[in-house]
């Protein structure tokens, strides 16, 4: 899935609107809180953890905390794996995995709510 379309995937699910009008080279959305029209770009998300925690909390409110770390982790495994290990087959303590998950990149986190929403694309 290209990184602006996952961009857009997640500022929809967290509640950002389009409008119909844009300004300059701006596109206009409508903020989540639907009071305002922001003429700013949607938030950087697959590069920025602040923005990734935002959208993470939105999956927690739904309840949708465990499902969201489960992908985390498969994401995580699969991107750290070599060919003689995967983190699934080398470690087993679950602190150690916490602390490597907590090491995970915005990339990651956002494939990991997209895919927890069932928006994910191959």
């Known amino acids: 899935m290209k990184p602006e379309k ?16 844009k ?14 029209v922001t003429f700013v770009q949607l938030p950087h998300y697959i590069k920025d953890l602040n923005a990734m925690h935002d959208a993470v909390n939105i999956l927690f409110q739904k309840r949708l905390g465990k499902v969201y770390g489960i992908e985390l982790y498969k994401i995580v495994d699969r991107d750290t794996a070599t060919e003689d290990c995967s983190m699934s087959d080398c470690i087993d303590d679950p602190v150690e995995i916490a602390a490597i998950l907590s090491q995970s990149t915005a990339a990651q986190r956002a494939e990991a709510f997209l895919r927890t929403l069932k928006l994910w694309e191959e």
Do not use: L
């Open 23 to 36: 300004i300059k080279h701006y596109d206009t959305y409508c903020h989540p809180d639907g009071r305002r």
């Open 6 to 21: 996952q961009r857009i995937a997640i500022a929809e699910a967290c509640g950002w609107k389009a409008a119909t009008r």
